[in-house]
């Protein structure tokens, strides 16, 4: 039995250890997985301008324009300057009460920002830029006024902490009230956020919950626990920053006695257990700060912590104190030591690295397995692109150890899949590494510096020289079997076996290895000379080839077949600024966009060849830019640019084009004065508004501009004009970001100012500013008139002494004339209105219908005002007169008339169109509204009983209706609704037919 246990035993045993060695192999088959790539920053400090390099707190306005607390108050940043509000002086609305500004938290709507400090609060009006001052209302006896934390809610209530004390501000009295305290007196307040409608108070002693009934501060867990911060996560969570024990996720409806299995610390890999500051990003990312460094827990992987340096120096010096993130997405990371830092994590994704702590990468070669061999000062190396990791160097001890510069030497390294051999081109000549020794071994070309390199199908090694021409070496044979005397060769692309593109400093070259022919394109095309430097060259997807240049601009290049003759060079984007950069490398993703390296980073031409983007250091990229054909693209499609400053890889797949919108804002607006008592000039500042008024005595108005494109700022250009005084734009740079205008008349004016990229893309949203130049008092038009009627009375009295007795000699004789003027008038106005009105109706005449329908139709056919025509006839009238007489019918006549005007608009026009009908005119109505004008005038008609001594007579009426747009000519119209008419009395008669 014994023996049964121990066989059993050792059968178990293995297949336990067969089992660990089935899953160690299993995980260590599974597909490597990139590394999240850090995002880049762009720091300020003092040498930026800002007043004070502790950083303790951030906020935005409504401009957009951040707001820094630091130990020398506060700075007002626009992207380009930093302006300082420090203590105050004689007027207490000018600065703070102690310089040392603690918190700094900006309105829902961006209006103000509230401020604390060592002693109290403060609150600044950001288009004022005044501040008003709040007292704390005391706890106890004995009570200090420092600001722990200032923090808005959800709700838009505004929360301060400070020490024990926990406030609220009322917007209904603007004062600060009380609302409860800590009652241990060796603990202190640090941080609130609500939860759902659950009040959350971290402490120094615990983490504690706010009884609104009671207005006290209960213990929920963790008793004598350090937070530091407090923020809300999904699902009622929240995030814990602690002292001692990193950042910690917390959900309240889970009873937890200890808090080690829901946080991420040291142990973790996070920088830091101390906890300055918590920010949760929307792609679910959470940044956390610590006393040595930033670190970010990605939102696929939150197990994992993700280092994030703000710049060169070693992370874990960093003491960060604060973060924010903007409206726009930029987070804003403020330090004790070292200012602050702006990134944009939507930008950075491209990841650079030196090699090795070499930095200058001259050189890349694909080789296995997504691993890349790359050349710099320090020597060859193996990089890794998913782990990140290098190894090497190869040539520590190689055939050139005897040089004490021997790995500067390195320039040019091609893996040859082939025959798995790796050659590189030196200072000396040509090497290959001997995998073995793991060192270079000299090889051929002893003396001749080759600066590129490429192997055709044969074996045949293709070596651009320096300044020594162009060699093709045959391994094989050992020897060169052709050379043309060409300047230094920057890119050898094989077009077959035989034949190869040559880009060189002295324009594009294609050379037959068989023949020795070679022959200059600047012989076939103009677009490309000898004297154009080409830095590359390379197949397109597209069935031709990319060129491009140094300061010439990019070039594409097709053929037909192998026949030279038939090339054309058409130049792409010739307006931007790859016309002026020298360019690198080109490498065409597979959606057919192009990604090229510059010496100013990497521009992204889309695959429509009209989008151009370009990205530099706020993405990741180097800004001191990338070195001529040092690149390289691993089998997934990572691609990779080295330079100066080190090596830059990504993915085209993952790079976000965020598109480019900056708010562009007045940041200043100065009036110069003139003082009317005594002469002398006074400047001004002027309050932030839409508007802004200038008097008589303003003589200059200066505006100053930024646009809120942190990451860039320095890139951008202004246009801007002041409409109704100048009719074209004008363009200054970031240098001089202000518009200055002299003696303005007076009137209203509009100043626009916009943004513009180095794409020269213009912003979408721009700044405006209406100006409203006041006249003086003698100026205004009141005054005006007043001044000329009074020259005029002296004139005209000075005047009348002369003519006084002229006008009484003249006086009878100008009264005769009046009254005999006065007569004609009478006449004329009865003729007239004989002429144009009926005798017997009152209403106007055919004739003066027939004018004010012309003059209607001209307004038609000039501003396109429609009218509609209605006519409207007398049922039966024959009958009436035949029953009771002409008399009876002649009443009926004019009590109709009376009926249709009295219930038409004065604007209408009717008018009486012979015997028993009339005809109307109705401006600006269609013709269904006509409609409804005919229905109410018959339904009138038909409710009347006309009184008609000694009778009492009915009557209805039956009406045609058009629209003018309808018909080509009033003519039409009238002859259309007289037929729609006929129809009516066709029908029935007591009707309107449209």
């Known amino acids: 039995m014994y023996k049964f246990y121990v066989i059993f035993d050792y059968i178990m045993r293995t297949l336990l250890v067969l089992s660990l060695i089935i899953v160690f192999t299993a995980t260590c088959s599974l597909p490597a997985r990139a590394k999240p790539i850090a995002p880049a920053f762009h720091s300020y400090n003092m040498d930026s301008g800002i007043a004070h390099v502790s950083i303790s707190d951030i906020a935005e306005d409504k401009y957009g324009f951040l707001w820094l607390a630091s130990q020398s108050g506060v700075d007002k940043f626009d992207g380009y300057t930093f302006r300082n509000f420090g203590l105050w002086g004689e007027d207490k609305s000018t600065g703070l009460q102690t310089l040392f500004a603690l918190q700094i938290e900006a309105s829902l709507d961006g209006q103000y920002l509230w401020v604390g400090t060592y002693s109290g609060l403060s609150r600044i009006d950001v288009d004022t830029e005044s501040f008003k001052h709040y007292t704390l209302p005391a706890s106890e006896p004995f009570n200090k006024q420092v600001i722990n934390r200032i923090k808005t809610t959800h709700n838009g209530q505004l929360w301060i902490v400070s020490e024990r004390n926990l406030y609220t501000y009322s917007p209904e009295s603007d004062s600060v009230e009380l609302v409860s305290y800590l009652p241990s007196t060796t603990s202190t307040l640090t941080d609130i956020e609500l939860i759902g409608n659950t009040l959350y108070v971290t402490s120094t002693s615990g983490l504690y919950k706010l009884d609104p009934f009671k207005k006290s501060l209960e213990l929920v867990a963790f008793e004598n626990m350090n937070f530091t911060r407090l923020v809300a996560a999904e699902k009622s969570q929240f995030w814990l920053g602690t002292a001692t024990h990193g950042a910690c996720l917390f959900n309240p409806d889970e009873q937890s006695t200890t808090i080690d299995k829901s946080c991420t610390s040291e142990t973790h890999g996070l920088s830091d257990n101390y906890v300055t500051d918590i920010l949760l990003k929307d ?43 903007t409206k726009a997405g930029l987070v804003v990371v403020g330090t004790r030591d070292d200012g602050f830092a702006i990134s944009n994590p939507l930008l950075s994704n491209f990841y650079s690295q ?124 050992d020897r060169v079997i052709k050379q043309w005397p060409l300047s230094l060769t920057t890119r050898i692309v094989l077009d ?95 959606e057919y966009g192009l990604w090229i390296s510059t010496i100013e ?19 990741g990229a180097l800004s001191t830019g990338y070195y001529i054909g040092s690149v390289t693209v691993t089998e997934n499609n990572t691609i ?98 202000t518009a200055t205008y002299t003696n303005l008349d007076p009137g209203r004016y509009r100043f626009t100012v916009k943004a513009i990229n180095q794409e020269n893309e213009w912003s979408t949203n721009a700044a405006q500013l209406e100006i409203v130049v006041v006249p003086p008092w ?46 004609l008038e009478a006449v004329v106005e009865k003729l007239t209105q004989l002429s144009t009105q009926d005798a017997l109706t009152g209403l106007k005449n055919r004739r003066y219908f027939t004018q004010r329908a012309k003059a209607a139709w001209q307004n038609y056919k000039r501003h396109n005002h429609t009218f509609s025509l209605l006519i409207v006839d007398i049922d039966f009238f024959k009958r009436i007169n035949d029953e009771y007489g002409h008399h009876v019918g002649d009443t009926v006549l004019i009590k109709i008339a009376r009926i249709l005007e009295d219930n038409l608009r004065e604007s209408d026009v009717i008018a009486r169109w012979g015997g028993e009908e009339f005809l109307i005119l109705l401006p600006s109505l269609k013709v269904q509204e006509a409609f409804w004008v005919a229905e109410k005038l018959r339904k009138t008609v038909a409710d009347y009983e006309i009184d008609a001594p000694p009778y009492s007579v009915s009557a209805t009426i039956t009406c045609g209706v058009a629209d003018i747009r309808d018909y080509d000519s009033v003519e039409a119209c009238i002859h259309a609704i007289d037929k729609k008419l006929y129809v009516g009395k066709e029908s029935g008669r007591n009707a309107v037919i449209k």
């Open 496 to 590: 077959d076996n035989e034949n190869a593109w040559l880009s060189t400093v002295s324009g594009l070259f294609v050379a037959n290895k068989l023949t020795g022919d070679l022959t200059s394109i600047s012989e076939l095309t103009d677009k490309i000379s000898d004297q154009t430097v080409v830095t590359w060259i390379s197949q397109s997807k597209r069935g031709g080839y990319w060129i491009g240049t140094q300061a010439a601009g990019l070039f594409f290049m097709s053929k037909e077949g192998s026949d030279l003759s038939t090339i054309k060079v058409t130049q792409i984007k010739p307006e931007s600024r790859l016309s002026n950069v020298s360019i690198g490398a080109i490498v065409e993703d597979d």
């Open 283 to 325: 792609n679910g990312d959470i940044w956390v700060s610590t006393q040595r460094g930033l670190n970010i827990l990605t939102s696929h992987n939150p197990n994992s912590v993700l280092r994030a340096p703000i710049n060169e120096k070693d992370a874990a010096k960093e003491r960060v104190s604060s973060l924010y993130q």
């Open 601 to 619: 980073g990497i521009a992204y031409l889309a695959p429509n060849l009209s989008t151009l983007s370009y990205f530099g250091a706020e993405n």
């Open 778 to 823: 003698w100026d205004k038009p009141i005054w005006r008139v007043a001044i000329t009627l009074l020259g005029m009375l002296l004139i005209s009295s000075m005047v009348w002494l002369r003519i006084a007795s002229l006008k009484k000699r003249s006086a009878e004789l100008a009264l005769k004339v009046e009254e005999k003027t006065r007569d």
């Open 640 to 737: 990779m640019f080295g330079g100066a400053e080190g090596l830059t890889q990504f993915t085209p797949s993952q790079v976000a084009n965020v598109k480019w919108s900056p708010g562009v804002h007045l940041t200043n607006v100065e009036t110069v004065s003139r003082n009317e008592q005594n002469g002398t000039t006074y400047q001004q500042r002027q309050r932030l508004d839409e508007v802004i008024e200038l008097k008589h005595n303003d003589i200059a108005l200066t505006i100053e501009f930024a646009a809120t494109d942190y990451m860039n700022a320095n890139e951008l250009r202004y246009a801007y004009k002041l409409a109704d005084f100048e009719n074209s734009w004008r363009f200054t740079d970031y240098k001089t970001r």
């Open 354 to 477: 030196e090699i090795g702590e070499g930095r200058i990468i001259s050189s890349l070669s694909n080789y296995k397995d997504n691993q890349v061999w790359v050349a710099n000062e320090k020597g060859l190396w193996l990089y890794d692109t998913i782990s990140k990791t290098q190894e090497g160097p190869f040539t520590s001890n190689g055939a050139f150890a005897s040089s004490e510069d021997t790995n500067d030497k390195l320039l040019s390294v091609f893996y040859h899949t082939k025959s798995d051999a790796l050659w590189v081109t030196t200072r000396t000549g040509l090497a290959k590494l001997n995998p073995q020794t793991r060192n270079l071994e000299f090889v051929a070309l002893n003396g001749k510096s080759g600066y590129s390199i490429n192997i055709d199908d044969d074996g045949d090694i293709w070596y651009g020289g320096y300044s020594d021409g162009l060699f093709v070496y045959r391994p094989s044979e």
